[in-house]
T-cell receptor, first 117, second 113 residues
Framework: DVKVTQSSRYLVKRTGEKVFLECVQD?????MFWYRQDPGLGLRLIYF???????EKGDIPEGYSVSREKKERFSLILESASTNQTSMYLC????????????????FGNGTRLTVT | AQSVTQPDIHITVSEGASLELRCNYS??????LFWYVQSPGQGLQLLLK??????LVQGIKGFEAEFKRSQSSFNLRKPSVHWSDAAEYFC???????????FGTGTRLQVFP
């Protein structure tokens, strides 16, 4: 089974802190994604990556950056955390390239619930 | 505006009853269509998907969905719900000629014994 592991289940950070959310997948998937999940808004795509050192902005990239130095690891970075970034963050991965990638399902981690105070 | 809509925020059914969760999309060309389920404290799991062909799609856990082009809908169904089906269900689309997966806002299913 594909495993997508998010390093923290719960995080509490202060406003202005730099925050790193880590995600590792063990199936050699090319594609990795970061979503945030908020009640009434569903999942919104922050950033995604189709390859090492490659990144693309999703729908809500403001206030975030990402890093993909190795194929299995995709990090989400909050440069200066703010209270409106309090949310559940979900990492996902999938096989395939580009438009064909959705022939393979997304595999999700269990999420990191981040609270910014 | 282009979107995917799940009109029911919360649905409650009795165990053993039938279930239908609604999903509508507003894109010019038929997108790829998906249903995901999120159990409490878990990530999302793919239930089923539709790309083309037979408009009735079978998925895991006894779920099925029917694509209706005339109604721009992709409703999820199950003939007899089990208590373990209590979860949040997300419809998602990949609009034609794009590579972005766009999620609906979700429907929370509660099952009473």
């Amino acid at each position: 089974d594909v495993k997508v592991t998010q390093s923290s289940r719960y995080l509490v950070k202060r406003t202005g802190e730099k925050v790193f959310l880590e995600c590792v997948q063990d199936m050699d998937h090319e594609n990795m994604f970061w979503y945030r999940q908020d009640p009434g808004l569903g999942l919104r795509l922050i950033y995604f990556s189709y390859d090492v050192k490659m990144k693309e902005k999703g729908d809500i990239p403001e206030g975030y950056s990402v890093s993909r130095e190795k194929k299995e690891r995709f990090s989400l970075i909050l440069e200066s955390a703010s209270t409106n970034q309090t949310s559940m963050y979900l990492c996902a991965s999938s096989a395939g390239q580009g438009l064909s990638s959705y022939n393979s399902p997304l595999h999700f981690g269990n999420g990191t619930r981040l609270t910014v105070t | 505006a282009q979107s995917v809509t799940q009109p029911d925020i919360h649905i409650t059914v009795s165990e053993g009853a039938s279930l239908e969760l609604r999903c509508n999309y507003s894109y010019g060309a038929t997108p790829y269509l998906f249903w995901y389920v999120q159990s409490p404290g878990q990530g999302l799991q793919l239930l089923l998907k539709y790309f083309s062909g037979d408009t009735l799609v079978q998925g895991i856990k006894g779920f099925e969905a029917e694509f209706k082009r005339s109604q721009s809908s992709f409703n999820l169904r199950k003939p007899s719900v089990h208590w373990s089906d209590a979860a949040e269900y997300f419809c998602a689309v990949v609009p034609y000629n794009t590579d972005k997966l766009i999620f609906g806002t979700g429907t929370r299913l509660q099952v009473f014994p």
